[in-house]
C-alpha cells in the first residue's frame, strides 16, 4: 500500500527535520505538488468528464439544433472564451509534459503519477469543455450546458481560493497559483457564455441574419433546400475530422457526379449572406458616399475577422507542434546514446511523437480549411459586388471599365483575392516558425545561431527589390491582360462581322501582338518570381553552411545531437520558407487585383431616382423642364439641349428626325440614363422599353418574354398574336421553348425585335419607348404590330415611338421632330406639315422614294387594319410541335471520369515541353541526391575521429555549392517551359476560334469562350507551370524521405509498404470525386461569367424593366452553384490530407520505436538523427506533395478546358493554294445559285429548299419576303458562313466551295444587317489595314452624310469609337459600314437591311451614291422598305425558305398572285392612308 502511494504521491513530505506535522500536510497544501491537491483536481476533472459525456448524450434532437447550428454565428464573447480557455487547456496540457520531462531528466522516473498526470489530464478536460461550451452550445440542452459551466466554475473557484490561501500562508507564488487564478476567469467566461452567449437560443429572428436573410427570393428560398451540405449539420468531432464528406466521397467513388450531386452550400456561406452583411457593415462604417479602397478592406475585415482570428489560433498551434519536432529528435537521439533518464523514455516519447503529429495535422487541415472557406465567402462577396455595381454603373464610367475589364474583374480578379485568404496566415507563421527555429538552433549551436540569422535577414533584405518589381510586373500583365481579353472580347461578339468582311486574319494578328506584350509582362513577372525562388530555395544551403563554418570559427563543437537537430530544424521550416515566393506572389496579384477592384467599385454611378419619381398621382407622365442633358456630363457641350416636354398619361408620341439628331437620346434621358447638367426631367410610372438594337438572353422565347413575370396564358397567348410571333414559333421545334443563342444569334433581326415588342408588352406597364423597333420588320409584319400593338394594345398607355416610317406618322396625337439635339418642332401631324421646312423635306422625301416606280393598276384602296388578319392563324391555344431535334444552347461539355495524364501531356507536348519537363527533372534529382549524400556525409562522419571538423565542413559546403548550380538550372528551366507552353497553347486556342465555323458561335454563349480565354489562360499562364514543377518536387521529396527512413530503419518497411499501398488507394478514392467537383467548378464558373456578360450588354434594358433585383438575385444563385464544387473540392484535398498523414504519423511513430526497442548500438546517433530528420520532415513534405497534387488537378483542368476549344471542327481552309481565284475576281459579278440546300447543323431541317436562279453581272437585285423567310439565310451561303447541304453558288464561272474562304470574302463587298463599329478611331473603323489615304476617308464620309458629323468630333478622322460604338447612333453606324463598301469597292456589294435606321431623306440620297458609285456592280439589296428595291433590275421573292417568284418587278406587281406585289400592296396602303389623313 504505502509502495502504491509512493507510486502516486511520492514520499511523505513530514518528518523532524522540517518540522511540520503529518496532519497539516494533508489539509494544506505546504507543497505545489501537494497529493492531496492532486486528488481533489482529479476527482473534479472525473466528475467533469462524466459531466460532459452526460451533456453529449442527451444533446438535442437534430430536428431542433440544425438549422439553428448551421445559421447561427459565433458571439465575440464565445470567441473570446473559445480562445481563453482552448489556450489555457493546452498551457495545462505543456505543463504535465514539462513536468514529466523534468523528472525524467532529474530522477530518471515518472513517479509520482499525479505531479504530472493531474495537469495533462486537467488540460485535456479543461480543452473538451471550454471548446463544447463556447462554440458548441446550441446544440446541446441548455440545462444541462448551464449545469456543466456551473460545475466548472465551482471547481476552479474552489482550487483558485485554496491556491490563494497557500499563497498567502506560505508568502510564496508559484506557477501553479497563477494557473489557478486564471483558470476561475476562464470559468467566469464558459458561465457568461452559456447564460448570455445563447440568450437568444429558439429565437432567430434576433439573429443577425435573420432579418438579412428574409429578404432573399423565394427561388433563393428553394434552391437551399433538401440538398444542404452535410458540413452544414455535422457534428463537432465530424467537422474536425472531415467524417461529414465520406457519403459525398462513396457517392464520387461509384459514379461518375453530375450537377445535382453537389450539396448547396450552409446559409452563412452563401453568397447573399455575405452581401448582406458586407453591405450592413459597410452602412454602418460609411463616413461620406464616396468609397476608398481602404474603407472597402475594412469592411471585408469586419465582416470576416473572426474567422480570420479562428484560423489564426490552429495556425498558431500547427506551429507550435511543428517546433517541437527538433526537439524530440534530441531526446531521440540522447536516448540512442544511452543518455535516457528512465526505462519508460523510449515509450513515452514515440507516444509523444505519435499525439504531437496527430495535433499538427488536425490544426493545420482547420488552419486550411478555415482559410480557403474565407477566401470563397471573400470571392463570392466581390462577385455580388461587382455585378451590382454593374447595374449601377454611369456611362461616362463604361468608358475605362469595358465589358471585358468587368469579365477580368469577376473571372480573374475576384479569384485572385479569394486565393489570398489561404495564405494570410503563412506569412505570420512563418516568421514565428523562424523565430522559434532560431531559438532552437541556439540549443544546439550557441553563438553560431547568429551566422543563421544574419543569412535569413539578408536573404529577407534581397527579396524586399524582388517584390516591389513583381508588383510592377503583375500591374503591367494585368493591364496588358485587360488588353487583349477586351479585344477578344470584340472579336468573339462580333465574330459573324469579321467573317463577312474577312478581317479574322487582321483581328487575329491585333490579338496575337497584344498577347507578345502580355508575354513580355508575364516573362518578367515570372523571372523575378524565379528569383525570388531561388533565393528562398537556396537559403537553407546557405543557412547550414555558414552556420557550420562559424561553428568552426568560433570553436563550437559539432556532434550528432546539435547537427541534426539544427538540420531538423531547419527542414521543417525550409517548406514554409520555400513558399514565401508563393505568398509574395499572391499577397501582389490579390493587391492588384483589390485596387482594380476598388477602382471600379469607386466610380460613378447613374443616378436614376431623382428621374424615376415614385408617386400615386400625377398629371403628367413624363416631364422635361428646361432641361440640357450630356452622356459625357459636360455643360458646356449638351447633347440634348433646352428640353421642355409634357406627356401626359395615354398621349401617343412619335419622334422622328435626321440621323444622329438625339432621338435615341431622349429616350435613354427618360431612362435616367443620360446625366442632367441643367433643369429637371421626372417620370412617373412604370417603363416597358424596347431598344433599337434587340437585346435577347440565352434562354428560351418564354422566358426572354415573360422577363420575370408570373405566366398567365390568355395574357401570354394574347402578347404572341398581337406581336405576330404564332406561326413563327410554330416553325421552331420546342415552340416557344426552344433554346435561344446568345443575343438571339438564330433568330432573324425582325423576330429579335417581335419577342422585345412581346415582352414590353406583357410587362403592362404605364409608359412605353419604343426606339424604331419596325425597322428590322417587313412592311406587312409592321403594318401588322402598328395596328395591333400601338393602336389597340396600347391604346391606354403613353407612348413614345422613335420611327423613320413616316407612313405611321398621323395616327399620333403629336410629334417631336428632332433637329441638332433639340426639339424642333412639336405639334400634331397636319400642323407640323404646315409649320416645319424640315418636316416637309422628310414627308417629301418618303413621297418621292414611294411613289417613284408606282403602276396605275395597283389598287391602294385597302384598309389600313386589313392586313393583320391575315398573319393571324387562330386563336385558339398554340400546340407545340416537339421535334426530336436538340437545343441550340446545349451544355457546356466536361471531361467525365479518369482521364489520366492526357491533360498533364497536353500540356507539356507543346513547343518541346517534354524536353524541358526532363531537364527539369533531372536537375531536381541530382539536386535531392546532392542533398542526401550532404547528410549521410555528415551522418558518418560527425563523430569519426579521423575526420577533421574543417573537412567536415568544406566537404558538405562543396556539395551544397555544386547542387545549387543545378537548382538554378531547373528553376531557369520552369520559366521557359511556362512561356513557351503558354504560347503555343495560345496559338493553337486563337486559331481554332478564329476558325471555327459560324454554328459554333451560334451554340455556344460568349461567356464560355471568355472564361477559357481569361480565368483559365491565366491559371495556365501563372499557375500550372511552377504547381507542376512544386508538384514533382514535393513528391520526390516525399519517396526520397520515405526511401531515406527505409534504408536506416528496415523494419519501417513491415508498416510502411502496406501504408503506401493504402495511401495510393486513397489517393484513388479522392481523385474520383475531387476531378468532378473541379470540373463542375469550371463549367459553372462559365455560367457565371455567360450572365455577367449578357447582364453588362443589356443593362439599360435591365433598368428600364427595374429588373435589377431579380438578376442580382439570378447572379447570387449562380455564384453559390459555383461556389458549393469549389468547397467541397478543397474540403476533399484536406479530407485525404488528413488522412494521409494520419498514416505517415504511424511509419513515422514505428520507425522511432524501432530505433528505440532494438538494442543499444545497433544504429549509430548519426543515422538516427539522419533518419528522424528525414522522418519528422516527411509529414511537412507529404503535405506539400498533396497539397501540391490537388492544386495541380484543379489547375490542370483549364489545360482541359482550353483542350476542349483547340479541336472545334474547323471552317474551309482561308487560302487554298490550287484554287486561287484570279486577281481581278471577280471582274463580270455574275452569280448563279443552282438547287440551293441550306440547313445550320446537320441535325436540324432545311432553312433553304432549292433555290436556283441567276444575278447577271452588273445587274441591281432585290430580296424580298416575309420576316424569317429565309432572306439572310441567302447572304450567308453567299459568304459560305454556312455551307451547303446541296447544290452550290457560281460566281463569274467559279463554284465558290472550292475556293479559300480569305480568297471568297475579301472580293465581296456587305453592309450587315447588324451595324459594327469596333473599338478604336473613326480611320480604323473605316480602313483598319491603313490602305487609303486622308483625302479618300473625307470623300466617302462625305458621300455617306458624315463629314459634318466627324468634323464636329475632336480629332476628326481620329475621334474615339467607344465599346460597340456605343457613342454613335445606329443610323451613324450604318453610315460607317457603307463608308466601309464604298472604300473596298467590289464587283458584288451585297446591302443586307443596310438603311433600316436612316430617315427617308438620308436613304434616298445613299441610294443615289449607291447606283452611281456602283454602277457597273453586281447589287444585291436585301430590304423590308420596298421603295429600296423597286428600280432593281430583278426582284427574288423568298417564301419559307423557298424561291416564290424571281423576275422583274414591274412584271411582278402585274400578276395577282405575286408575292411582291402583295408586299407591294401593303407598303402602299399604309402610305396611303397617311396621305388621306
Known amino acids: 500500500m504505502e509502495n502504491l502511494w509512493t507510486l502516486f504521491c511520492g514520499e511523505s513530505n513530514c518528518s523532524d527535520s522540517n518540522k511540520i506535522p503529518c496532519g497539516a500536510d494533508?489539509?494544506?497544501?505546504?507543497?505545489?505538488?501537494?497529493?492531496?491537491?492532486?486528488?481533489?483536481?482529479?476527482?473534479?476533472?472525473?466528475?467533469?468528464?462524466?459531466?460532459?459525456?452526460?451533456?453529449?448524450?442527451?444533446?438535442?434532437?437534430l430536428k431542433s439544433s440544425n438549422v439553428r447550428a448551421s445559421t447561427c454565428r459565433i458571439s465575440s464573447l464565445q470567441l473570446v472564451s473559445a480562445i481563453f480557455n482552448g489556450f489555457l487547456g493546452l498551457v495545462y496540457l505543456s505543463y504535465g509534459i514539462w513536468i514529466l520531462e523534468e523528472k525524467l531528466r532529474k530522477t530518471q522516473d515518472i513517479a509520482p503519477l499525479l505531479s504530472w498526470t493531474t495537469f495533462m489530464l486537467h488540460g485535456l478536460i479543461w480543452l473538451l469543455t471550454g471548446l463544447i461550451a463556447s462554440l458548441q452550445g446550441t446544440r446541446f440542452r441548455r440545462a444541462l450546458l448551464r449545469l456543466l459551466s456551473i460545475l466548472a466554475s465551482l471547481f476552479s473557484g474552489i482550487i483558485c481560493g485554496f491556491s490563494l490561501f497557500l499563497a498567502i500562508f506560505r508568502k510564496e507564488v508559484t506557477f501553479q497559483n497563477f494557473l489557478d487564478v486564471i483558470c476561475f476567469i476562464g470559468s467566469c467566461l464558459l458561465l457568461l457564455c452559456t447564460y448570455k452567449g445563447y440568450r437568444h437560443e429558439g429565437h432567430d429572428d434576433d439573429d443577425i441574419h435573420g432579418p438579412l436573410l428574409s429578404s432573399a427570393s423565394n427561388?433563393?428560398?428553394?434552391?437551399?433546400?433538401?440538398?444542404?451540405?452535410?458540413?452544414?449539420?455535422?457534428?463537432?468531432?465530424?467537422?474536425f475530422t472531415f467524417w461529414w464528406l465520406n457519403p459525398l466521397m462513396k457517392m464520387g467513388r461509384e459514379k461518375t457526379l453530375a450537377d445535382e450531386d453537389i450539396p448547396s452550400l450552409r446559409v452563412d456561406d452563401r453568397a447573399e449572406s455575405c452581401y448582406l452583411l458586407y453591405m450592413e457593415v459597410l452602412n454602418r462604417r460609411k463616413q461620406s458616399d464616396r468609397l476608398t479602397e481602404s474603407e472597402i478592406l475594412k469592411t471585408i475585415l469586419l465582416c470576416h475577422w473572426r474567422e480570420i482570428v479562428i484560423s489564426g489560433f490552429f495556425a498558431l498551434l500547427k506551429v507550435m507542434t511543428v517546433s517541437a519536432g527538433p526537439l524530440l529528435l534530441k531526446a531521440f537521439i540522447k536516448v540512442a546514446e544511452g543518455k535516457e533518464s528512465s526505462k519508460y523514455e523510449r515509450y513515452i516519447?514515440?507516444?509523444?511523437?505519435?499525439?504531437?503529429?496527430?495535433?499538427?495535422?488536425?490544426?493545420?487541415?482547420?488552419?486550411?480549411?478555415?482559410?480557403?472557406?474565407?477566401?470563397?465567402?471573400?470571392?463570392?462577396?466581390?462577385?455580388?459586388?461587382?455585378?451590382?455595381?454593374?447595374?449601377?454603373?454611369?456611362?461616362?464610367?463604361?468608358?475605362?471599365?469595358?465589358?471585358?475589364?468587368?469579365?477580368?474583374?469577376?473571372?480573374?480578379d475576384s479569384y485572385r483575392i479569394g486565393e489570398f485568404p489561404?495564405?494570410?496566415?503563412?506569412?505570420?507563421?512563418?516568421?514565428?516558425?523562424?523565430?522559434?527555429?532560431?531559438?532552437?538552433?541556439?540549443?544546439?549551436?550557441?553563438?553560431?545561431?547568429?551566422?543563421?540569422?544574419?543569412?535569413?535577414?539578408?536573404?529577407?533584405?534581397?527579396?524586399?527589390?524582388?517584390?516591389?518589381?513583381?508588383?510592377k510586373f503583375q500591374s503591367k500583365l494585368m493591364v496588358a491582360q485587360d488588353e487583349r481579353l477586351k479585344k477578344m472580347s470584340e472579336a468573339i461578339l462580333n465574330m459573324k462581322v469579321l467573317k463577312l468582311y474577312a478581317w479574322e486574319t487582321h483581328f487575329r494578328e491585333a490579338i496575337e501582338n497584344l498577347r507578345a506584350i502580355e508575354e513580355k509582362c508575364l516573362l518578367a513577372v515570372q523571372q523575378s518570381k524565379a528569383c525570388n525562388i531561388f533565393i528562398f530555395w537556396l537559403s537553407p544551403l546557405l543557412v547550414s553552411s555558414a552556420t557550420f563554418a562559424t561553428c568552426y570559427f568560433l570553436g563550437v563543437p559539432l556532434s550528432s545531437a546539435s547537427v541534426f537537430t539544427f538540420i531538423a530544424t531547419l527542414w521543417l521550416v525550409q517548406d514554409p520558407v520555400k513558399s514565401i515566393p508563393d505568398v509574395i506572389g499572391v499577397f501582389i496579384q490579390a493587391k492588384v487585383a483589390f485596387s482594380r477592384i476598388a477602382k471600379f467599385l469607386e466610380a460613378p454611378e447613374l443616378e436614376t431616382a431623382s428621374v424615376r419619381v415614385k408617386s400615386c398621382v400625377s398629371d403628367t407622365s413624363i416631364l422635361f423642364q428646361s432641361a440640357n442633358l450630356s452622356w459625357d456630363e459636360n455643360p458646356s457641350r449638351p447633347t440634348l439641349g433646352s428640353i421642355s416636354l409634357g406627356v401626359k398619361p395615354g398621349d401617343k408620341i412619335a419622334i422622328c428626325g435626321e440621323v444622329g439628331s438625339g432621338k435615341s437620346t431622349l429616350l435613354a434621358a427618360i431612362l435616367g440614363e443620360v446625366p442632367i447638367t441643367a433643369g429637371t426631367v421626372q417620370v412617373h410610372g412604370t417603363i416597358a422599353y424596347v431598344s433599337q438594337s434587340a437585346w435577347i438572353q440565352s434562354g428560351s422565347i418564354r422566358e426572354n418574354i415573360l422577363f420575370g413575370s408570373t405566366f398567365d396564358n390568355n395574357k401570354y397567348q394574347d402578347t404572341l398574336d398581337r406581336c405576330s410571333l404564332l406561326k413563327d414559333l410554330e416553325l421552331l421545334p420546342y415552340g416557344d421553348l426552344t433554346e435561344i443563342g446568345e443575343r438571339g444569334i438564330n433568330l432573324s433581326g425582325g423576330q429579335k425585335q417581335r419577342i422585345q415588342l412581346a415582352r414590353a408588352l406583357y410587362k403592362d406597364a404605364d409608359i412605353y419607348l419604343l426606339d424604331d423597333p419596325f425597322s428590322a420588320v417587313d412592311a406587312h409584319t409592321a403594318l401588322s404590330l402598328f395596328n395591333e400593338y400601338v393602336i389597340e394594345a396600347l391604346s391606354t398607355k403613353t407612348v413614345l415611338l422613335v420611327t423613320h416610317q413616316v407612313d405611321f406618322l398621323p395616327a399620333?396625337?403629336?410629334?417631336?421632330?428632332?433637329?441638332?439635339?433639340?426639339?424642333?418642332?412639336?405639334?400634331?401631324?397636319?400642323?407640323?406639315?404646315?409649320?416645319?421646312?424640315?418636316?416637309?423635306?422628310?414627308?417629301?422625301?418618303?413621297?418621292?422614294?414611294?411613289?417613284?416606280?408606282?403602276?396605275?393598276?395597283?389598287?391602294?384602296?385597302?384598309?389600313?387594319?386589313?392586313?393583320?388578319?391575315?398573319?393571324?392563324?387562330?386563336n385558339a391555344e398554340m400546340k407545340v410541335k416537339i421535334s426530336e431535334n436538340v437545343q441550340l444552347?446545349?451544355?457546356?461539355?466536361?471531361?467525365?471520369?479518369?482521364?489520366?495524364?492526357?491533360?498533364?501531356?497536353?500540356?507539356?507536348?507543346?513547343?518541346?515541353?517534354?524536353?524541358?519537363?526532363?531537364?527539369i527533372v533531372l536537375c531536381q534529382l541530382v539536386y535531392m541526391l546532392g542533398q542526401i549524400m550532404q547528410n549521410i556525409w555528415m551522418a558518418e562522419n560527425v563523430d569519426a575521429p579521423n575526420v577533421t571538423e574543417l573537412r567536415l565542413i568544406v566537404v558538405y559546403l562543396l556539395i551544397g555549392l555544386a547542387i545549387s548550380l543545378f537548382l538554378l538550372c531547373r528553376i531557369v528551366f520552369a520559366v521557359v517551359l511556362n512561356i513557351r507552353s503558354s504560347r503555343a497553347l495560345f496559338s493553337r486556342l486563337l486559331i481554332s476560334l478564329f476558325c471555327a465555323p459560324m454554328s459554333f458561335y451560334d451554340s455556344t454563349p460568349s461567356g464560355r469562350i471568355l472564361s477559357r480565354v481569361s480565368a483559365d489562360l491565366s491559371i495556365v499562364d501563372l499557375d500550372v507551370p511552377f504547381s507542376l514543377i512544386f508538384t514533382s518536387v514535393s513528391t520526390m521529396n516525399s519517396y526520397a524521405n520515405m526511401v531515406v527512413l527505409a534504408v536506416v530503419t528496415w523494419q519501417v518497411l513491415l508498416v510502411s509498404i502496406p501504408m503506401i499501398f493504402f495511401a495510393i488507394r486513397l489517393q484513388k478514392y479522392y481523385f474520383s470525386s475531387a476531378r468532378e467537383f473541379m470540373r463542375i467548378n469550371g463549367t459553372t464558373k462559365s455560367s457565371v461569367a455567360n450572365h455577367v456578360a449578357e447582364s453588362v450588354a443589356g443593362v439599360i434594358t435591365i433598368r428600364a424593366f427595374e429588373e435589377e433585383d431579380r438578376f442580382f438575385s439570378k447572379n447570387l444563385e449562380l455564384i453559390d452553384t459555383n461556389g458549393s464544387p469549389y468547397f467541397h473540392y478543397f474540403s476533399a484535398n484536406e479530407w485525404l490530407i488528413q488522412r494521409l498523414e494520419t498514416l505517415s504519423a504511424v511509419v513515422l511513430s514505428f520507425a522511432g520505436f524501432c530505433m528505440v526497442s532494438l538494442p543499444s548500438g545497433t544504429f549509430s546517433p548519426g543515422f538516427i538523427g539522419m533518419a528522424l530528420s528525414y522522418g519528422l520532415s516527411l509529414n511537412v513534405s507529404l503535405v506539400f506533395s498533396i497539397s501540391s497534387q490537388c492544386n495541380l488537378s484543379n489547375y490542370i483542368v483549364s489545360v482541359e478546358r482550353l483542350d476542349q476549344y483547340m479541336h472545334i471542327p474547323s471552317e474551309a481552309p482561308e487560302v487554298i493554294e490550287e484554287n486561287r481565284p484570279p486577281v481581278n475576281w471577280p471582274m463580270e459579278g455574275k452569280v448563279e445559285i443552282?438547287?440551293?440546300?441550306?440547313?445550320?447543323?446537320?441535325?436540324?431541317?432545311?432553312?433553304?429548299?432549292?433555290?436556283?436562279?441567276?444575278?447577271?453581272?452588273?445587274?441591281?437585285?432585290?430580296?424580298?419576303?416575309?420576316?424569317?423567310?429565309?432572306?439572310?439565310?441567302?447572304?450567308?451561303?453567299?459568304?459560305?458562313?454556312?455551307?451547303?447541304?446541296?447544290?452550290?453558288?457560281?460566281?463569274?464561272?467559279?463554284?465558290?466551295?472550292?475556293?479559300?474562304?480569305?480568297?471568297?470574302?475579301?472580293?465581296?463587298?456587305?453592309?450587315?444587317?447588324?451595324?459594327?463599329?469596333?473599338?478604336?478611331?473613326?480611320?480604323?473603323?473605316?480602313?483598319?489595314?491603313?490602305?487609303?489615304?486622308?483625302?479618300?476617308?473625307?470623300?466617302?464620309?462625305?458621300?455617306?452624310?458624315?463629314?459634318?458629323?466627324?468634323?464636329?468630333?475632336?480629332?476628326?478622322?481620329?475621334?474615339?469609337?467607344?465599346?460597340?460604338?456605343?457613342?454613335?447612333?445606329?443610323?451613324?453606324?450604318?453610315?460607317?459600314?457603307?463608308?466601309?463598301?464604298?472604300?473596298?469597292?467590289?464587283?458584288?456589294?451585297v446591302l443586307d437591311e443596310a438603311t433600316a435606321s436612316i430617315d427617308n431623306a438620308t436613304d434616298m440620297i445613299l441610294q443615289k451614291v449607291i447606283r452611281k458609285e456602283f454602277a457597273d456592280c453586281t447589287v444585291i439589296t436585301v430590304a423590308h422598305r420596298i421603295p429600296t428595291v423597286m428600280d432593281c433590275d430583278m426582284v427574288l421573292a423568298i417564301s419559307e425558305g423557298k424561291l416564290a417568284e424571281y423576275d422583274e418587278p414591274v412584271k411582278l406587281m402585274k400578276r395577282e398572285d405575286s408575292l411582291f406585289g402583295h408586299l407591294i400592296k401593303e407598303y402602299w396602303s399604309h402610305h396611303d392612308s397617311a396621305e388621306r389623313e
Not at 494533508?26 to 452526460?54: E, G, Y
Request: aromatic fraction near 10%; proline fraction near 2%.
Open 1234 to 1389: 443552282q438547287d440551293l440546300k441550306i440547313k445550320y447543323r446537320h441535325d436540324t431541317p432545311l432553312v433553304l429548299h432549292g433555290i436556283s436562279c441567276t444575278f447577271k453581272g452588273g445587274h441591281k437585285i432585290g430580296i424580298v419576303g416575309r420576316t424569317g423567310s429565309g432572306k439572310t439565310t441567302l447572304i450567308s451561303a453567299l459568304f459560305r458562313l454556312v455551307e451547303p447541304a446541296g447544290g452550290k453558288i457560281l460566281v463569274d464561272g467559279l463554284d465558290i466551295s472550292a475556293l479559300g474562304l480569305h480568297d471568297l470574302r475579301s472580293r465581296f463587298g456587305i453592309i450587315p444587317q447588324d451595324p459594327t463599329l469596333f473599338n478604336g478611331t473613326v480611320r480604323y473603323n473605316l480602313d483598319p489595314f491603313h490602305q487609303h489615304t486622308e483625302q479618300e476617308l473625307w470623300e466617302v464620309l462625305e458621300k455617306c452624310q458624315l463629314k459634318d458629323t466627324v468634323h464636329e468630333k475632336e480629332n476628326g478622322l481620329d475621334f474615339f469609337v467607344s465599346e460597340d460604338g456605343s457613342n454613335w447612333s445606329v443610323g451613324q453606324r450604318q453610315l460607317l459600314c457603307l463608308g466601309r463598301a464604298l472604300l473596298r469597292r467590289s464587283q458584288i456589294l
Open 812 to 874: 399620333f396625337d403629336f410629334i417631336l421632330f428632332m433637329l441638332d439635339g433639340e426639339i424642333s418642332h412639336a405639334a400634331p401631324y397636319s400642323q407640323l406639315l404646315t409649320s416645319s421646312k424640315e418636316f416637309q423635306d422628310l414627308v417629301n422625301a418618303h413621297k418621292e422614294t414611294a411613289g417613284s416606280r408606282r403602276l396605275s393598276d395597283i389598287s391602294s384602296s385597302q384598309h389600313l387594319g386589313s392586313s393583320s388578319r391575315e398573319i393571324r392563324k387562330n
Open 26 to 61: 494533508l489539509i494544506f497544501r505546504t507543497r505545489s505538488s501537494s497529493c492531496t491537491d492532486s486528488v481533489l483536481s482529479l476527482c473534479f476533472d472525473i466528475l467533469l468528464f462524466v459531466m460532459i459525456l452526460f451533456t453529449i448524450v442527451f444533446k438535442k434532437s
Open 889 to 919: 444552347i446545349k451544355k457546356e461539355e466536361r471531361e467525365a471520369g479518369d482521364t489520366g495524364f492526357k491533360p498533364y501531356i497536353t500540356y507539356l507536348k507543346q513547343n518541346k515541353g517534354f524536353l524541358f519537363y526532363s531537364v
Open 349 to 412: 516519447l514515440v507516444a509523444v511523437l505519435f499525439l504531437t503529429k496527430i495535433l499538427e495535422s488536425i490544426s493545420q487541415r482547420q488552419w486550411y480549411f478555415r482559410s480557403r472557406l474565407v477566401g470563397l465567402k471573400v470571392r463570392s462577396l466581390l462577385t455580388a459586388v461587382i455585378y451590382q455595381k454593374q447595374l449601377r454603373l454611369s456611362n461616362l464610367a463604361k468608358l475605362n471599365h469595358s465589358s471585358g475589364k468587368i469579365m477580368n474583374y469577376v473571372t480573374v
Open 422 to 471: 489561404f495564405w494570410f496566415h503563412q506569412i505570420w507563421t512563418t516568421i514565428l516558425q523562424l523565430c522559434l527555429a532560431i531559438l532552437i538552433l541556439f540549443q544546439a549551436v550557441g553563438l553560431a545561431t547568429i551566422a543563421s540569422m544574419t543569412v535569413i535577414i539578408l536573404t529577407v533584405l534581397c527579396n524586399s527589390p524582388l517584390g516591389k518589381l513583381q508588383h
Open 219 to 239: 427561388d433563393y428560398k428553394t434552391y437551399s433546400g433538401s440538398g444542404l451540405s452535410p458540413f452544414a449539420k455535422a457534428r463537432f468531432c465530424s467537422k
